[in-house]
């Protein structure tokens, strides 16, 4: 039982190079999460899904998009780099029911935009 | 907008030294209070979720209780493996997502 796994967990980019995120859960939970940390700054959410095939926008949506084509995928794109994404990316899951269950993260994906 | 303070932002402790860290909080409609810990590398680890005024949770040295403005962790005669930065989450309104506190960075020295 791998929980949530996110890969790459390292990688460098170019400014406005593209690159995608993957989160794959494998409790067959209902919920996805975005969220990336920056020092400083508490975590915050990037965009969610509550369900295959549904997204909805977060706190700091902007320079992002995500898919959710299978309930244990979420991927998290990124179209044109910026240097102001260079971050630690968080993906986390929460189970069927009410919506406020503890969400259970990956391990994270450190991305640098050169 | 819903916010979330952490104290103190860092805590050196000596080991079996007892202490509490506090999360104070400003939301409109608490559906739940998340304690998370995270250690360098890794991504949050969850310990408790405390949905109502009053209630308190137990896990080892750790005892997480809940007022209607704050939440302390207790931290009861800890070891050096507690060292760790704990986060503080809430979930609050019709939002889907949490709202994380800054973080409380704790060493615990031998």
């Known amino acids: 039982n791998a929980g949530v796994t996110q890969t790459p967990k390292f990688r460098v980019l170019k400014t406005g190079q593209s690159m995608t995120l993957l989160c794959a859960q494998d409790?067959?939970?209902?919920?996805m999460y975005w969220y990336r940390q920056d020092p400083g700054m508490g975590l915050r959410l990037i965009h969610y899904s509550v369900g295959e095939g549904t997204t909805a926008k977060g706190e700091v949506p902007d320079g992002y998009n995500v898919s959710r084509l299978k309930k244990q995928n979420f991927l998290l794109g990124l179209e044109s780099a910026a240097p102001s994404q260079t971050s630690v990316y968080f993906c986390a899951s929460s189970p069927p029911g009410p919506s406020n269950q503890p969400q259970h993260f990956g391990d994270g994906t450190r991305l640098s935009i050169l | 907008e819903d916010q979330v303070t952490q104290s103190p932002e860092a805590l050196r402790l000596q080991e079996g030294e007892s202490s509490s860290l506090n999360c104070s909080y400003t939301?409109?409609?608490?559906?739940?209070l998340f304690w998370y810990r995270q250690d360098p590398g890794k991504g949050p680890e969850f310990l408790f979720t405390l949905y109502s005024a009053g209630e308190e949770k137990e896990k080892e040295r750790l005892k997480a209780t809940l007022t209607k403005k704050e939440s302390f962790l207790h931290i009861t005669a800890p070891k050096p493996e507690d060292s760790a930065t704990y986060l503080c989450?809430?979930?609050?309104?019709?939002?889907?997502?949490?709202?994380f506190g800054k973080g409380t960075h704790l060493i615990i020295q031998p």
């Open positions: 989450a809430v979930q609050a309104g019709s939002a889907d997502g949490l709202t």
């Open positions: 939301v409109s409609g608490l559906r739940g």
């Open positions: 409790m067959n939970h209902e919920y």
